[in-house]
């Protein structure tokens, strides 16, 4: 059975910093992309960042140039460094990834359980 498993979030003031991690557990054969989304309460859920098997990555409006994605694919990981935050960022984030999980199949979209983020102002 795969899971996302993340960690990271917590309570933060205006202008500091938090990094979110998202480990894939289970038997997989291989993830392509990886990425982060968040969802405030009354918002649809939208992306933050995303990044692919080769490295390339793509960022929503309002992370670009103070969140970071990266991954480590020996450990099946993704991580999200949070800089600079803000009250708006504020929502619960959550982890995606497309995984294949045997020759037969194609990739499928999981995603974890969400990770709550608090800034204060």
């Known amino acids: 059975q795969v899971q996302l498993v993340e960690s990271g979030g917590g309570l933060v003031q205006a202008g500091g910093s938090l990094r979110l991690s998202c480990a894939v557990s289970g038997i997989v054969l291989s993830i392509n992309r990886m990425g982060w989304y968040c969802q405030a309460p009354g918002k649809q859920r939208e992306l933050v960042a995303a990044i692919h098997i080769d490295g390339t990555s793509n960022y929503g409006e309002s992370a670009k140039g103070r969140f970071t994605i990266s991954r480590d694919n020996a450990k099946k990981t993704v991580y999200l460094q949070m800089n600079s935050l803000k009250p708006e960022d504020t929502a619960v984030y959550y982890c995606?990834?497309?995984?294949?999980?045997?020759?037969?199949?194609?990739?499928?979209?999981?995603w974890g359980q969400g990770t709550q983020v608090t800034i204060s102002s």
């Open positions: 995606n990834a497309e995984i294949k999980r045997s020759w037969s199949n194609g990739y499928t979209d999981y």
